[in-house]
C-alpha cells in the first residue's frame, strides 16, 4: 500500500510498523516543497549536508555561530579537513545555492547539526542544540519542519527540543513536523556515506517522519527507514554503544594476551575464522566524539541499568595509560627520554583531534618526565595543549630515543625503517597499532612492541 503525500507516492511499510494511524491533517493541508532550508552548524557533519542540499538544487543557509568559521568559508577556505569537502563546498558557493550566516533565517526546513559533547561528569552538553532550537524560533513558520541531527540522549527531540520551538506560539504536530535524523557517516568517508548510507527518520508523528523523508530523498540514495524520534535517538546511540563495548572487549583481550605471551593479533586472526565471531581491534584507546561520548548519553540516562556501558567506556578510557605502562616496559624510565609520536588524530585518516587518545597518551608520557615531539600529517599546525608539533616527520624523528606510533594513518604504513634508523638517536618502536612489520624493523636493529604483544610474545 502506498499513501500519496506532497504530490510523491509513498510506500508505507516502515512506518505502519511505528505509528498508528494519525491524523493526516498538517500533511494534507501543507504541500513542503523544500526549495529554502537552514543548516545550523557548519561542522563535520552540517557543511557536508548542506553543501550536498546545495549541489541537488536547495538553497541553503548554512549558519554557525563561530565567526571564524563564516569567515574562512566565506572566504573560499575549510576549517576541516575531509576528503572532497573542498570541491563540494566550491562547487555549492558557486553554484550560488549556498550562502554562510552566523544567524539563521526564514526557510522550510531548519537542520540542527551542532556539537553534543559531554562535560567534565560525563553529562550530555545540550547547550548548543538547546541555543539553536532557540535561534530558530523567530523564523519557524506554519507548515515548517525542524530537524535534529545532533546525536542526543533518548527524548532529546520530544522533551527539549519540542518545547523550545513551541514558545514561538506554534504547536508540534499542528503547526510545525519535528523529526530526529541521526547521521551515521564514516570521517574520511563522509561524502559518500552522506548520500549512499540507509537513513533512519524518527518523526513524533507519522507526517512528520514523511516530511523528513520527502526532505532526504532529495539526495539519499541508501534506503529510508522511517521511525518515531525516540527510536531513532536509541539506534544512533546503540550503533556507537555497540563499537564501544566491542572495543572494550578487545582491549581487555589485548591486556589478557600481554600477560599470558600470546600475541593478541593472531589470536584474533584466528578466532574470526568461527563464522559467528568478528573480534574488532585492539589500540591506544577509543577518541572521537562520538563512540567515547554517545554511550555515556545511555549511562546518564539509566545509570541502574547501563552497567555493561559503564564498565566498557572505563575499559577504553583506561587504555591510554595502559599504552604508557607498556612504554615504561619497553622504553624504562621515561624521565628525561626524548620521544618521537606519531599520530595525535583520534583515528587513522582523519584530522580531528577531539577525545584523541594519542593526546592523552603524550600528556601522560609528559607528565612522567619524557620530552614528546609530536608529529600529526593531517593537522600540522594544530594547537595540542603543550605537545610540541614537528612541522615534518625528520624533525619529530631527529634525535628521538624511541619511537611511539600512534594512529593507524596511511602514510604511517609505508615508514622506512632504514630512514628512521638514520634520523633517530634510539631503537626502540611502541606500535600501539598493529602498523608495522616487525620483520622488517627488526632487520634495522630496532625492538619492536606491540599492543596485544607486550614483551612477553612467543617468537
Ligand atoms: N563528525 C562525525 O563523524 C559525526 C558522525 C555522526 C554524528 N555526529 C554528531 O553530529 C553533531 C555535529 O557534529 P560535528 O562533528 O559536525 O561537530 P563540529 O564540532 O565539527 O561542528 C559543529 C559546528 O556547530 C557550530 N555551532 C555550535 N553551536 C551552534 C549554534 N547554536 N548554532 C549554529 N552553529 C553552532 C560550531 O561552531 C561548529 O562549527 C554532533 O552531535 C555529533 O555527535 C558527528
Not at 130 to 141: N, S
Not at 275 to 284: D, F, Q, S, T, Y
Not at 326 to 336: I, N, S, T
Request: include cysteine; proline fraction near 6%.
Amino acid at each position: 500500500m502506498s499513501v500519496p503525500l506532497f504530490g510523491v507516492t509513498i510506500g508505507t511499510q516502515h512506518y505502519k510498523k511505528c505509528f498508528a494511524a494519525r491524523h493526516f491533517q498538517l500533511a494534507e493541508k501543507i504541500a513542503v516543497r523544500f526549495q529554502k532550508i537552514c543548516v545550523l552548524g557548519l561542522g563535520y557533519i552540517g557543511l557536508p549536508t548542506a553543501s550536498t542540499f546545495a549541489t541537488h538544487g536547495v538553497q541553503v543557509v548554512g549558519v554557525d555561530v563561530n565567526p571564524d568559521v563564516v569567515n574562512t568559508l566565506r572566504n573560499g577556505g575549510l576549517h576541516i579537513h575531509e576528503p572532497g569537502l573542498r570541491t563540494l563546498v566550491q562547487a555549492a558557493l558557486r553554484s550560488g545555492n549556498l550562502t554562510i550566516q552566523e544567524q539563521p533565517s526564514e526557510a522550510e526546513a531548519f537542520i540542527i547539526a551542532v556539537p553534543t559533547p559531554f562535560q567534565e561528569d560525563k553529562l550530555a552538553d545540550l547547550r548548543a542544540v538547546e541555543a539553536a532550537a532557540q535561534a530558530i524560533v523567530p523564523y519557524l513558520k506554519k507548515g515548517n519542519l525542524v530537524v535534529l541531527e545532533s546525536t542526543s540522549p533518548p527524548l532529546t527531540t520530544v522533551g527539549k527540543v519540542a518545547p523550545l520551538l513551541e514558545t514561538s506560539g506554534l504547536r508540534r504536530g499542528e503547526d510545525f513536523y519535528l523529526a530526529y535524523v541521526p547521521e551515521r557517516v564514516l570521517p574520511g568517508y563522509i561524502l559518500r556515506e552522506l548520500i549512499e548510507n540507509d537513513r533512519v527518520i524518527g518523526g513524533i508523528d507519522r507526517p512528520s517522519a514523511e516530511a523528513a523523508r520527502h526532505l532526504y530523498s532529495l539526495f539519499v540514495r541508501g534506503e529510508i527507514l522511517l521511525t518515531d524520534a525516540t527510536t531513532a535517538e536509541m539506534v544512533k546511540l546503540m550503533e556507537n554503544t555497540y563499537r564501544d563495548v566491542n572495543i572494550a572487549l578487545a582491549n581487555e583481550f589485548a591486556r589478557l594476551a600481554e600477560r599470558f605471551g600470546v600475541n593478541v593479533w593472531e589470536a584474533i586472526e584466528l578466532a574470526n575464522r568461527h563464522p559467528r565471531v568478528k573480534i574488532l581491534r585492539p589500540g591506544p584507546g577509543v577518541g572521537g566524539h562520538c563512540i567515547s561520548v554517545d554511550p555515556w548519553f545511555l549511562v546518564e540516562a539509566a545509570p541502574d541499568l547501563a552497567r555493561l556501558i559503564r564498565t566498557a567506556r572505563q575499559v577504553n578510557d583506561e587504555q591510554p595509560q595502559h599504552v604508557v605502562e607498556l612504554a615504561r616496559q619497553a622504553f624504562g624510565e621515561l624521565a628525561g627520554l626524548r620521544v618521537a609520536a606519531l599520530g595525535l588524530a583520534y583515528k587513522a585518516d582523519v584530522d580531528d583531534l577531539r577525545e584523541s587518545p594519542a593526546i592523552e597518551i603524550c600528556h601522560l608520557l609528559q607528565q612522567a618526565g619524557a620530552e614528546v615531539i609530536a608529529y600529526e600529517p593531517y593537522r600540522k599546525e594544530a594547537q595540542t595543549n603543550g605537545i610540541p608539533l614537528a612541522a615534518e616527520l625528520d624533525q619529530a624523528l631527529q634525535g628521538a630515543d624511541c619511537l611511539i606510533l600512534l594512529v593507524a594513518h596511511r602514510p604511517f604504513g609505508t615508514l622506512s625503517p632504514t630512514a628512521v634508523a638514520r634520523a633517530m638517536r634510539g631503537r626502540t618502536v611502541l606500535d600501539a597499532v598493529n602498523l608495522l612489520n616487525r620483520a622488517m624493523w627488526e632487520g634495522e636493529g630496532f625492538q619492536v612492541i606491540k599492543v596485544g604483544e607486550g614483551l612477553g610474545v612467543r617468537p
